[in-house]
């Protein structure tokens, strides 16, 4: 990570990391009550800015939370910090929560949004991750009902990692009614011995991942059979290829799930060339 000071964005000011602050009154610390979205950046530029944009207001939409700005306010803020901190590859954090007043469980209609913004560097097209492949454990999904909702309620999915991270492997995957419904902070594939391509369908179980709609597009393009529906752990061991979708890790191989080899238990064929498609339009759709 860098370790400069970098520009941050707190309800219209560009101020230091140092200096930038938040009430303790804030509704986002206070109850989790608050959205997010994480937005690419690739060759200084944003991935699939318009499709976040749109998740952010429809999170608004379903908290019933006031619309802080613009879209195009938005990506003025996001170009200006990476301007800003000369960022050339990583990520822009944004979080919108329903903003700081007197503690009560209940809110008042003055409440006004509270909004942040922070780059961060990260090295993403170049994962030793999606080479090697990564190596998940399955949990029971014990999250709140609106998975589709990207809420800052992510206690559960940071305490399933670390469970991940205490047994050596890399990530897990959340599990419920004996089927998979998608990595703690990512969606889940898995490609079948006949070579469909298989992910969970949306509904309110999971989060609707930008990077996974625009890679079922590239997929589709590339005349891969897709299913959309629920697969469960045994059916992910026995597949000859399984892999997630994220923002920020692309498409990223799964090897080994609950100790049990995937495929060949390498990166296999039709991920590596969906992380290499993606990454190859991204750079060409990026603003």
Not at 262 to 279: D, H
Request: some cysteine; proline content about 3%.
């Amino acid at each position: 990570m860098n370790t400069a000071a970098r520009t941050v964005y707190v309800n219209g000011q560009y101020l230091s990391e140092h200096d930038a602050k938040v009430s303790i009154f804030d509704r986002g610390f206070m109850f989790g009550d608050g959205i997010y979205e994480v937005t690419t950046v690739l060759d200084g530029k944003l991935v699939d800015f318009a499709g976040h944009c749109a998740r952010l207001g429809r999170s608004m939409r379903e908290l019933d939370m006031k619309t802080p700005c613009t879209d195009d306010v938005l990506l003025a803020i996001h170009r200006e910090l990476v301007a800003r901190n000369a960022l050339v590859e990583g990520l822009v954090y944004l979080q919108v929560t329903r903003g700081a007043e007197d503690r009560d469980f209940a809110w008042s209609d003055a409440i006004q949004p509270t909004v942040v913004a922070f780059t961060q560097v990260k090295s993403l097209a170049a994962s030793p991750l999606a080479a090697r492949g990564a190596r998940v454990i399955t949990v029971p999904d014990l999250r709140w009902k609106r998975r589709d909702i990207k809420t800052v309620q992510l206690l559960y999915p940071s305490l399933a990692k670390m469970q991940a991270k205490a047994a050596g492997k890399d990530d897990a995957w959340m599990v419920e009614d004996g089927f998979v419904t998608e990595g703690t902070s990512n969606n889940a594939f898995i490609v079948t011995a006949d070579g469909t391509l298989v992910t969970r369908q949306l509904s309110t179980s999971l989060l609707h991942g930008i990077t996974r709609a625009t890679v079922l597009r590239h997929a589709g393009d590339t005349g891969l059979r897709i299913e959309e529906r629920p697969f469960s752990v045994a059916e992910a061991q026995a597949a000859s290829e399984a892999f997630v979708t994220a923002a920020t890790s692309f498409v990223t191989p799964v090897v080994e799930i609950d100790g049990t080899p995937v495929g060949t238990g390498v990166p296999g064929p039709v991920a590596t060339r969906l992380r290499e498609i993606y990454i190859e339009e991204s750079r060409k759709s990026a603003i």
